[in-house]
C-alpha cells in the first residue's frame, strides 16, 4: 500500500484553480489530503464488493471474518470452491456471495485480467469490470482511484461528490450532465479533486 499526498498550494492545485477559480475556495478548506492506494487488486475488489450498500464499520467486521475464514489468505479458487452454506455464517447475503464468486470466475475464465492494468486506460478497465456481476461502473471507477491512483477520474455516480459539487457552486439544481461537464475542466486532475471535494468538510 502506498499513500498519496495532496497539498492545497502544490502546482496541481494551482493549474486547477486557474482553469476553475471557484476551487479555490475548495482547496482552502484542507491542507493535505493523504490518500492509500491499495496495489493488492484482488483483495480491494472483495473489499469493495463486501462493503456495497453496508456502513464501513459493519463492512470491515464482515471482511475480517471473510478473511479469517481464508486464513488470511483468499484467492479466486478459493471462492469457488466454498459453499454458499459455509460463507452465509460470515454476514454474507446470497446476492455477494453470487457477485464474489462471479468476480472469481471471472478471473479464473481470463474475462477479467489483473495483470499489466498500468497499461490499460480507464476504459478498458471499466468495460472488462463491469462483465463481473455486482461490479458496476461506480465501483470500476473507485478501482481506478484507489487501487491504481489513477489521476483524472470523476464519478457523477457518486452522491458525495454531486453534493460536494452543488455546494461549491451553489446550484442545488445541477444535473448529472451539467456536473460532468464542469468536472471535464479539471481534467487531466479529476481525482485530485474528488478527493478535495469528498473531504472539505470532514471538520463540520
Known sequence: MKVLTYHKDS???????????????????KDVIYVRVSDDYFVSLVDTIIAQQLSSKVA????????????EVITPQKIMDATEESLRPLGLSFQKIKYL???????????????????????????????????GVWTAQMFLMFSLGREDVFSVLDLGLRNAVKRIYQNQELSHQEIEQLAENWAPYRSVV??????????E
Open 60 to 71: 470491515q467486521v464482515i471482511s475480517k471474518r471473510v478473511f479469517a475464514y481464508f486464513d
Open 11 to 29: 502546482p496541481i492545485t494551482q493549474y486547477l484553480i486557474q482553469k476553475d477559480p471557484l476551487l479555490k475556495d475548495l482547496f482552502a478548506k
Open 194 to 203: 474528488s478527493h478535495f471535494l469528498w473531504h472539505a468538510w470532514d471538520s
Open 101 to 135: 464468486k462471479s468476480l472469481a470466475d471471472c478471473i479464473i475464465q481470463g474475462k477479467v485480467d489483473l495483470s499489466n492494468l498500468e497499461s490499460k486506460s480507464d476504459q478498458e478497465i471499466i468495460d472488462m469490470f463491469i462483465q463481473v456481476k455486482g461490479i
